[in-house]
Every structure is written in structure tokens, then in C-alpha cells.
């Protein structure tokens, strides 16, 4: 590939061969409403911090504060839409950390870092990447630390016995 | 607190002081449909695996998966249910695994143990519990093995200088 990528979005499917640690993959952004927060926690995770601004205020977080798993959704939404892997991203799982919360208005971004590469052993036609994301606020503050390991395949024909 | 506890949910909220190494959990089960799951994967996780049974069945997975961030979303709703901690369930983050996919008309039941209990050494007020959280199918399969960290307060007047 000797033509500059102008458009991440548009790069072709990556295998394994493809990654390259220390590699940063930029997810964009994206913005979160009091509504959509409201949405999620009512589903997902409903507690008053969450889904009423007059309980968050007296709460720990002095204001609403989006649930981590809705903070987790979203940075996922970025990363798929910024780390085209061959076949789909999946996630084996991985490790995380919300610093600060996620706040209504919002505008998140997402920098992905490759992070390591590991063959598998016992199937040669894939291996695990590991990936460290980091999703900022508009003031730079993280608000989601998260290293997760995800399954990629070899290119067809490489790696095999 | 001399009473038998046979109600969960009724659980006075909990403080540090209250948590036990090895205690568990019950947190109940939630079902999750193949609309719910397009749904959170249209939003959150766009992937032909967790929107469209045709291309699923042709993926890796071999059939419509839930995403894996969706998994943890429905565990939340479970662990919030029947971890009743004062002033609430606050994560500071964790680590996870999804050993196996949730499947459209999946019944998910979550178990959670208390791993650890870690005063604060800067902030008497509160500390950290760990929380090891088990949620697996109607199958006995687990879905989800995560431990997470959670903000716990001390009970109001204990553990100051």
C-alpha cells in the first residue's frame, strides 16, 4: 500500500500482519445528550445519578453523570467505526477504567493504541491484538481508560503449517 | 440486624462496614430478545453480526450475537438490583471477559461475590470493594466474568480520626 490513507475510514480490512505496535488509530467523535444518558441508565443501569438532574446534584457526582457502560457504548461505537479488522471487532475482553464521568453535552473522542500482538499457538489462522483506547472530553479529561483484547484474523493463506 | 433476610432487594443500603469477603449475591435474571439486541447494536455497536441473522450465521459467531458491551449493560441492570449500596452503585472500573456469546431468547442469571474490601487510606469516609460478578445463560454458560471496583461509604460517624 503506497498510497497515503486520507480516509481511516476507508482503509481496507486489517489482518494480523497488518497491525503494528504502537500504531494509534483515531475513532473521531462523538456527542452525548442528557436525554440519551437518561435512555440508557433507564435501561441498563437506573439509578438516580443517572436519571434526574435535582438527585444528581446532591449526589457524589454533583451533576447528571452518564453510567460507565454507557460511556463503554459509545467509546465502542468509535472504535468500530476507526479499526476496520477483517471479519468485525471482537472483543475477548479486557480491563477499564472510567476516571471521571461523562457529562451531558459532551463531545467525546476516541485514540486507540495498538498495544501488542500475539499469535495464537494453537490456531495459526488468528491471533489476539491488544488494543488501549482512550475517551477524552472536550476539556481533555479521560473518561474512559480501557486496554481490551480483541481476535484477529490471519490474511487468508498466511500463517498456516 | 437480627432478622433473616428473605428478601434481597429489601436490604437496608449497605455500607463498607457491612461487606464481607466471600459473601454473595443473587441478582436475579433478565431476558434479552433479538430486537433489543439490534437495537443496542444499531446504536452502540454497529456490526453485521449483532444486527442481521443472515450475516450472522455466516460470521464467526454462527448466529445473531448480543454485543458484548450490551452483555455488560444487562449485568449492570442486575448488579444495581441487588447490591443495595449507600448512595449507590459507583464503578471506578474493572476487567471482563465474555467467554461466550448472549443469543437472542437468552435468560441470563448473575451471581456476584465480594472479593475484596480496601479501606481508603487517604479518605476514612469510604473505600473500595471489588466485586466479582458471574452472569451465565440458561445453559449454565458463562456470558460474562467481570470484577469490578466500586466506591463504598463508611457508615456516617465510623472510621474518622
Redesign the interface.
Known sequence: MDEPQQEPMMTPPLYLEDFHVGEQFDGGTVSVSADEIKA?AA???????HMDEEAANA??FKGLAA????T???A??LL?ASVPIA????????????PNPTRPGDTLHLMTTVVSITPSKSRPDRGTVALRSELTNQRGEPVQIATMNV?VHAKPGAGRD
Chains 1, 2 share one sequence.
Not at 435501561?43 to 445519578?49: G, L, R, S
Not at 453510567?67 to 454507557?70: E, L
Not at 471479519?87 to 472510567?98: D, F, S, Y
Open positions: 440508557f435501561k441498563y443501569d437506573p439509578q438516580p445519578f449526589s457524589i453510567s460507565g457502560w454507557h463503554s457504548a459509545l465502542m461505537r468500530v471479519g468485525g471487532l471482537i472483543g475477548k475482553g479486557g480491563e477499564l477504567t472510567w481476535v
